[in-house]
């Protein structure tokens, strides 16, 4: 199973996507596809918007973290991210809720 993590205070402060899905063998997993490719494209985006944000991945533990550094951002890339990962957020829910025995989601909100 997929687990996903989504940190939220003011704004989302971490977003962690770890594990297979098992809906099929590796490599031939839709689901796990589907989740991978909007979990790489969110974070190629605020990568090549040169938006200050930390990406982790870890192939052993199939875990793939992005954290934003809102403190050092401009209001323009503020609003960038902030589109960028609620887009994440809400395509990631999307899929765990049609996808529910493969994928769980975790949305954390803190004061």
């Known amino acids: 199973m997929t687990h996903i993590v989504i940190e939220i205070s003011e704004r989302i402060e971490r977003v962690s996507v770890k594990g297979h899905t098992g809906?099929?063998?590796?490599?031939?997993?839709?689901?796990?596809?589907?989740?991978?490719?909007?979990?790489?494209?969110?974070?190629?985006?605020?990568?090549?918007?040169?938006?200050?944000?930390?990406?982790?991945?870890n192939e052993e533990t199939t875990e793939f973290v992005i954290v934003p550094k809102w403190s050092q951002m401009s209001e323009e890339q503020k609003l960038r991210t902030e589109t960028i990962l609620h887009t994440l957020q809400w395509a990631l829910e999307d899929l765990a809720d049609s996808y529910r025995e493969y994928v769980s989601i975790d949305i954390l909100r803190r004061c």
């Open 23 to 57: 809906f099929a063998q590796a490599g031939e997993d839709i689901v796990c596809a589907g989740i991978s490719s909007i979990t790489f494209a969110a974070g190629m985006a605020l990568q090549r918007y040169q938006i200050p944000v930390k990406i982790f991945q």
